[in-house]
Every structure is written in C-alpha cells, then in structure tokens.
C-alpha cells in the first residue's frame, strides 16, 4: 500500500529550464510534506517543505505546489541547474505522527 | 556543527554474522529516525528513539532487529543472523525535538550492508 507515489522514475531537463517533480499521495490525514534530494553514496538532505495549509512556497529557484483536492504536489526548479541533477524524494507527514511516508524517488538528469 | 554521522560507511557480513551500525546525532537533537532503503525505492521507517528510549519500532521487524540510543553514546541499530534480504542501505536521521513541531529531519550519509 503506497501512500506516497512518484510515478515517473527518471526526469530529464535542459539546463536553464524548468524541472517539474510530481508526487501523489493517498492519505488525506498527511498534512505536512517535504521534499528531499539526494546524491549517490550520501544521505538525503532536505530541500523545501509545504504545510497543508498553504498551496505554495518558494525558496529561492524552488517552488512547491500543493494541490489538496487532487492530493497532489509538485517541485518546480527554475532555472535547472548542472548540481540539480540528483534524486528527489517526496516524503509526507501527518500531524499525530512522526514517520516520514516516502515516495520511491526520481532521478532528475540536467542536461548540459 | 558537524551533521549526523553513521558508521561504518560500508559494512559486509556473512549470513549469520551480527551487524552493529552507529549513528551520533546532530549536536543538540535527542531523537534519533532509522531508516532502511532498499534498491529502486524509497526510504522506509524503522525505529524512533530518544535518549534511553524507544518511542516507536512499529516498522522494525520483530525477529533479529533491535534499536538502541544510550544516555553516552551513539544510537545502535544491530541485526541478528543476517541474512540476504538484510542487504540495503540504513539511513540515520536526527531531530532537535519531537515532531511535529520540529518536522525536517536530518540525514547521515547512510550505512550500506552487504550480506554475502
């Protein structure tokens, strides 16, 4: 039972342009979602996060989008940069509990 | 201020043998997450604890897994008799303090065992 999905495995970008990650999730209680990137041969380290209240916030060239009816959120990178290249994980969180739900990841690719 | 430090880095076992992997967290975090994470997926819990204390090992597996985060120390995650399917990578995170009111937790660069 996936609570967190990622459906696309692998992304590829040109650099200079827009990234789009998607995550879906199933669990209306989750209320608290965080986006994490990680390198090969290291631990993930945390990117951006999103409050179920909200249905955005930015971070410098990164957006999260939040979209509750759909239980949908996606990562936007503007402009994709060479370092981006990474995966990026979307984990979930709900309020009476302290399990980070993650999704299985995608493998952003920027391309020179 | 130094991160989250796992060790060894890279642990190969035996089938049988015992694994010990360590985790020291964050200057000033008492709650300490492992993770496991198996090829081609994502990361999933195992065992939350706070100094002395398990709060929560509902995903750690009942048999041949324990947890442990002493008062001096680092936080011990063992396996027992490993077998095969004990080979993937064991994240360690820490937390300032109990989430939510503390949600980014912060990840060590991973232990990755190997059972042979």
């Known amino acids: 039972d996936q609570q967190v999905k990622q459906n696309s495995p692998s992304l590829s970008v040109q650099e200079g342009r827009i990234s789009i990650l998607n995550c879906d999730y199933t669990?209306?209680?989750?209320?608290?979602f965080l986006w994490y990137k990680k390198y090969p041969a290291e631990g993930p380290t945390f990117l951006i996060s999103i409050s179920s209240i909200k249905d955005k916030n930015e971070d410098g060239r990164f957006t999260v989008f939040l979209n509750k009816s759909a239980k949908h959120l996606s990562l936007h990178i503007v402009p994709s940069q060479p370092g981006d290249s990474a995966v990026y994980f979307c984990a979930a969180l709900a309020d009476s509990n302290y399990q980070l739900i993650w999704g299985a990841g995608t493998k952003l690719i920027i391309k020179p | 201020n130094a991160g989250v430090m796992q060790n060894p880095r890279h642990l190969v076992r035996r089938r049988g043998q015992e694994a010990r992997l360590r985790c020291s967290p964050m200057k000033g975090h008492s709650h300490v997450y492992w993770y496991r994470q198996l090829p081609e997926e994502g990361l999933k819990f195992m065992v939350y604890l706070q100094k002395e204390n398990i709060i929560d090992e509902s995903g750690m597996p009942k048999e041949r897994f324990s947890a442990e985060f002493p008062k001096e120390g680092p936080s011990i995650l063992r396996i027992q008799q490993v077998v095969r399917g004990d080979s993937a990578a064991y994240f360690c995170?820490?937390?300032?303090?109990?989430?939510?009111?503390?949600?980014?937790?912060?990840f060590g660069p991973g232990t990755r065992l190997t059972v042979t």
């Open positions: 995170a820490s937390s300032p303090r109990q989430n939510p009111s503390s949600y980014e937790q912060y």
């Open positions: 669990n209306s209680m989750f209320d608290y």
